[in-house]
């Protein structure tokens, strides 16, 4: 029980050293105070994860060469960052980062630069980080150990249970967003597609029964394609002024909370898979607000 609450603070441990670094990173980058990471307090259990596993595969390897731990924990981390990016976007139905942007990466899940900054980590990790992190657990008495292990695991199972709630009723709200945002969109195609019918009639009623590709080289078609053009223009109204943005619609935009806002502030490139649309519809609301 002693060995595996040590084992779990290590977790909390680095965790907490993870979540440091992204703060300050994510801080420095957007000019701004970011609380970086999916839960609430102050950690970031990826790095937890991805510390653990490399201390469990290389703790007791010594002897390792520095390059056989940079790239064998590049290949670990990486694959444990791209495991966790897909389990969370299928869970949750969203990406939590992106790396799309950078010149070398795998779906956008994972990135060279990533990889080179998890290897020189990993590196430090063993050489230097761990001996120092492993003899200051080793310093406590078995009683406070478990005692501190408990604490955190029912802070951190507290919040990661508020976090996943939370999460599960935002998808539920973007939903139904997302669904008035389609049904105002089928409702304007239905009517361009009706008005491209009709057009259509009158232009075989004044040019005869020609086919369309001798209708198009005319020019009367030309004068009444760009007609059609403009009123399908003003059929296309805002979601906003259409009779599906209601009033249910806008309340729920504006119920959005403390955690809506960290969660998008600590991830700004956080996209909806399903809901896309109504995220950014979420997004404007709130950055009206804040102005």
């Not at 002693?2 to 670094?21: E, N, Q, R």
């Not at 064998?72 to 990486?78: N, P, Q």
């Not at 976090?163 to 539920?172: D, E, P, Q």
């Amino acid at each position: 029980m002693v060995t595996a609450a040590k084992i779990f603070l290590w977790l909390i441990t680095y965790s907490f050293f993870g979540w440091v670094y992204e703060s300050i990173l994510c801080s420095i980058t957007s000019g701004t105070l970011v609380n970086r990471g999916f839960l609430n307090g102050p950690l970031c259990p990826i790095y937890g994860f991805g510390a653990l596993t490399i201390i469990l595969a290389f703790w007791q390897e010594p002897d390792i060469s520095v390059w056989n731990l940079f790239f064998s924990s590049m290949v670990l981390t990486c694959t444990l960052e791209y495991v966790t990016s897909w389990a969370m976007e299928k869970l949750f139905h969203a990406r939590w980062w992106d790396y799309s942007e950078y010149r070398f990466h795998l779906n956008g899940r994972i990135c060279l630069l990533g990889a080179l900054a998890f290897g020189s980590f990993s590196v430090l990790l063993i050489k230097i980080v761990h001996p120092r992190v492993s003899g200051f657990w080793n310093g406590f008495p078995p009683e406070m150990i478990l005692a501190a292990a408990g604490a955190c695991f029912a802070i951190g199972a507290a919040d990661c249970f508020a976090t996943v709630r939370h999460i599960l009723t935002l998808n539920g709200r973007l939903a139904e967003i997302q669904e008035a945002i389609d049904a105002h969109r089928a409702q304007n195609h239905q009517r361009a597609e009706e008005l491209r019918k009709r057009l259509q009639t009158k232009l075989e009623e004044s040019l005869g029964a020609v086919s369309l590709e001798e209708l198009r080289e005319r020019r009367p078609v030309a004068a009444l394609s760009e007609l059609r053009e403009e009123l399908r223009e003003r059929l296309e109204e805002r979601f906003e002024d259409s009779p599906f943005h209601s009033q249910r619609i806008q309340a729920l935009l504006e119920r959005h909370s403390f955690q809506d806002r960290r969660l998008l502030r600590a991830f700004p490139k956080l996209s909806s898979v399903t809901y896309k649309e109504a995220l950014e519809k979420l997004r404007e609301q709130m950055d009206r607000e804040a102005t």
